[in-house]
């Protein structure tokens, strides 16, 4: 559909008609990504699926709920395809490796089955570039990463001390020390580090350091960082130090940081799991059908049933992320 449009379909419909009337032949007319038919290009193929010239197949990676429309999907049956598994796609690879004549580590196997996220074209061509890349014939975990261009980002680019000294400033704040605190602070402002460098980092930590065992520390942490451009450098550090003095000696948690990154993990280890259908959004009729939303009990209504409710993927409705501190 990216490539066609409607005298592609005359066309198609035309070869169609003319089997059916010299070879008694059935015709099939599959149409790739057809969500990028536009609603004049689908009406065009609605009277010849209803005549039965054609039995239509299109394929999407879209919700046809939207994209395609609603005569043309009421005359239609809806199949959902399901990413593949670890299991199939690990025939698909075992295939691949063969065809190339190549091996793969089994921690370079793991990576490849993680990063395909149940599609297997991208198995396959992250394989074939691994392939190229491998010397030796058998593929490890670095070439894997590299073909898939999974690279480890560095964030010290030179200029060790300027890296050192953010370091301390944040560790100060976190130790909650108010004197290391301002003390780095005046090093890095008056050797003419960027203030909103500073600031910036400043705000990371009020989310990630104080988080909810002072939600307002955000609040003037974002202050300072606005009251800046207000204000500019000659009298700028005034608001610096007020917002570093006040991190310092703010009570600390990072739970909710720690909460992310449990969750974070979970999906890497799991991979995008499908989200229970009760909490799935429902607004055609053909996702109710799909039970979209089915058995949700709403909160307001109904708040200890609810309550009882599992909201996480059913792999996971036994994790917690959130831990929450004293």
């Known amino acids: 559909a990216v490539l066609s449009g409607v005298k592609d379909i005359r066309e198609a419909v035309s070869r169609a008609q003319r089997a059916w009337k010299y070879e008694q032949k059935k015709a099939i007319l599959f149409v790739d990504e057809i969500h990028r038919f536009n609603k004049a290009q689908q009406d065009a193929l ?8 054609i039995t239509l197949i299109g394929a999407t990676t879209e919700n046809p709920s939207f994209e395609v429309i609603g005569p043309l999907l009421s005359r239609s049956r809806v199949f959902v395809l399901q990413p593949l598994g670890h299991t199939q796609l690990s025939v698909v690879l075992l295939r691949g490796m063969d065809h190339l004549k190549v091996t793969c580590d089994p921690a370079a196997e793991k ?10 074209r991208r198995l396959l061509n992250t394989l074939e570039v691994a392939a190229h890349l491998s010397q030796s014939g058998t593929i490890d975990l670095e070439t894997m990463a590299a073909a898939a261009q999974q690279k480890t980002l560095l964030y010290d680019k030179g200029g060790e001390e300027h890296y050192n000294l953010i370091s301390a400033f944040i560790k100060s704040m976190r130790a909650s020390d108010p004197d290391a605190t301002v003390y780095y602070l005046a090093r890095m402002y008056e050797a003419g580090e960027d203030p909103r460098f500073l600031a910036r980092r400043m705000v990371i930590f009020a989310g990630e350091d104080v988080s909810l065992a002072d939600p307002q520390a955000l609040q003037v942490a974002v202050a300072a960082f606005q009251g800046y451009d207000i204000v500019g450098r000659a009298e700028g550090w005034i608001l610096l130090s007020e917002a570093a003095i006040y991190l310092a000696k703010a009570p600390k948690s990072n739970e909710t940081y720690v909460a992310y990154k449990n969750a974070k993990a979970a999906i890497r280890e799991s991979g995008p799991l499908p989200v229970p259908l009760h909490l799935r959004n429902a607004p055609t009729q053909l996702m109710k059908d799909l039970k979209y939303g089915a058995n949700y ?11 009882k409710q599992d909201y996480l993927p059913e792999d996971l409705a036994d994790l917690r992320f959130y831990h929450q501190k004293n």
Do not use: C, I, R, S
């Open 111 to 120: 990576l490849l089955l993680d990063y395909a996220d149940g599609d297997a």
């Open 297 to 307: 009990n709403y909160p307001h209504d109904k708040p200890e049933a609810a309550q």
């Open 46 to 53: 609605l009277p010849h699926v209803e005549a039965g010239t």
